[in-house]
């Protein structure tokens, strides 16, 4: 399993953000995918997940009304929106994959990471 998270940038406080990650697994359907993030100095949080079908959707309290995640199982992609962005929105952002959904969105700890992209926003 290999992922790359990509679409991070500078972005003024109130805009917006896609993030995009590529997905190099064989039965890409089967997992679940999420994005975490981490604030400088913090450990790494939870933020969105999708399920492997597409048909269920979570999100971390902080960001349920401003960020959305889709999927394409097509092309092995997995996106992150990110709309009316905030300063506290700034981490390194991470996509992660595993079978198991509760891994990913209950115990955080998903089988395999990308890298991270950053996300800046300014105030």
């Known amino acids: 399993v290999q992922l790359q998270a990509f679409g991070g940038g500078l972005v003024r406080a109130g805009g917006s953000l896609r993030l995009s990650c590529a997905a190099s697994?064989?039965?890409?359907?089967?997992?679940?995918i999420g994005w975490f993030r981490q604030h400088p100095g913090k450990e790494r949080e939870f933020v969105a997940a999708?399920?492997?079908?597409?048909?269920?959707?979570y999100f971390a309290d902080s960001v349920k009304a401003r960020f959305s995640i889709s999927r394409n199982n097509i092309i092995n992609m997995v996106y992150l929106q990110m709309n009316s962005l905030e300063p506290e929105d700034t981490a390194v952002y991470y996509c992660?994959?595993?079978?198991?959904?509760?891994?990913?969105?209950?115990?955080?700890?998903?089988?395999?990471w990308g890298q991270g992209t950053l996300v800046t926003v300014s105030s």
């Open positions: 697994i064989r039965t890409f359907r089967d997992y679940a």
């Open positions: 992660a994959a595993d079978l198991n959904l509760r891994n990913v969105i209950t115990t955080g700890s998903p089988g395999s």
């Open positions: 999708v399920s492997g079908s597409g048909g269920g959707t």
